[in-house]
């Protein structure tokens, strides 16, 4: 029996775009001309206000300038739909045009329209989806990512193009030209389009489709919905602290530290449980808190609580304080990943008189729990 022929997947584009949609034409470039391996879309897509809308259409699907249709041309890329069908304006709920984002109504008008558009856009299994932030305003950019981190799949990609300084800003240049083409800076100094470069950014996300309701993938759903699932579906905070075993427990994942680290830790972790605020290094209380939880986890007695005490009254500073810090945080951030970072030691801007970055951690009280049961110190008989 003959097996149908597989066809490539189809390649989509999504950029968000204001009133530079050079931005459209500097990505295909970049896609189109990287060294590794190029990615030419079949189809292009733009979610805009009226005036970015405006503005993409006539000067990227003009006769002229018509600077879409110049790059294909230049590179000679092959045929990409892209009609004025395929640029998106965000509508209100009464079907009226966005001509701007001025006001939360106005942000939350283009969450939900970008966040449905990728979800139209991958609902094709048989496609992939390269999505630039690159263009307009930032909060349509962080949306377009937030958006692909709801509903992107594992074969699509987000992305922000980067353009070599004086062509940066410049509302004449579209993309490095394959022969001169003279354009002039804001002081009136001739460029040459040729000269420019333009590089990919390519964005890692994190991909929480599988942990969306089906009904939210196949259907309509406003982007505070889709997040409000997606929160209900991930594990909730919770750091419980066993000074018996010396380990955390951070959102059903266990650590274990050493006396000195846990100790460190536990201080932090009591004053965030107790409501109370964060430590300098430099605070007086500190070394009596360090010691004080210190002196349950090891001997008292013994030689290893006597060194580091004597360490400590001879002279506590930052030397001490930032490596045992550091340490707890990588610890974290290696079993947790980007999951962790509720748990790790903050620094935060504190005025007391005088600003000073002091350290806390930044969780609930109500999510914290410490063992109440005394450990038994290293070295001290049964």
């Known amino acids: 029996m003959t097996q149908p022929l597989m066809t490539a997947p189809r390649r989509i584009l ?14 295909l470039y970049a896609l189109a001309t990287r060294q590794s391996i190029s990615w030419i879309p079949d189809e292009v897509h733009l979610i805009s206000t009226t005036k970015g809308a405006d503005n993409a259409r006539l000067k990227l699907l003009s006769d002229e300038p018509g600077w879409f ?22 509508r209100r709920s009464d079907g009226s045009l966005l001509d701007d984002i001025r006001d939360d109504a106005d942000n939350t008008l283009a969450a939900d329209f970008i966040c449905e558009k990728v979800r139209e856009l991958t609902a094709n299994t048989h496609s992939e989806l390269h999505a630039s932030i690159a263009g307009g305003r930032k909060t349509m950019g962080f949306y377009l990512g937030y958006a692909m981190s709801l509903y992107g799949r594992p074969q699509d990609r987000l992305s922000h193009v980067l353009v070599s300084e004086p062509f940066e800003t410049l509302t004449d240049f579209f993309y490095p030209t394959p022969t001169t083409r003279v354009i002039n800076d804001r002081n009136g100094l001739a460029l040459d389009c040729r000269d420019a470069r333009v590089w990919l950014g390519d964005i890692p996300f994190v991909r929480l489709r599988e942990k969306l ?12 919905q889709a997040v409000s699932e997606v929160q209900k579906a991930l594990p909730p905070l919770q750091l419980a602290l066993h000074p018996r075993t010396r380990s955390l427990i951070l959102g059903g994942e266990t650590i274990t530290l050493s006396p000195v ?12 449980q107790q409501g109370l605020p964060g430590l300098h290094w430099s605070d007086a209380t500190l070394v009596d808190e360090l010691l004080h939880k210190l002196g349950q986890l090891i001997n008292q007695h013994g030689g290893e609580y006597a060194k580091t005490e004597d360490a400590y009254r001879r002279g506590y500073g930052k030397e001490n304080f930032d490596p045992v810090k550091s340490k707890i945080n ?7 990943g980007r999951r962790g970072e509720p748990y790790k030691l903050a620094t935060e801007d504190k005025k007391a008189g005088q600003v000073y970055r002091h350290t806390l951690i930044k969780l609930p009280a109500e999510v914290i729990t410490i063992d109440t049961c005394r450990p038994r110190p290293q070295g001290e008989s049964a």
């Open 14 to 27: 999504l950029a968000v775009t204001g009133l530079s949609p050079q931005i459209v034409t500097e990505t």
């Open 69 to 90: 249709h110049r790059l294909r041309a230049d590179y000679a890329l092959p045929a990409i739909e892209f009609p004025e069908a395929h640029i998106h304006v965000i």
């Open 261 to 272: 680290d846990f100790a460190f830790y536990w201080v932090f972790a009591q004053r965030a």
């Open 330 to 336: 990588t610890k974290i951030a290696q079993a947790l």
């Open 213 to 224: 309701p089906h009904e939210l993938i196949e259907g309509k759903a406003s982007y505070s």
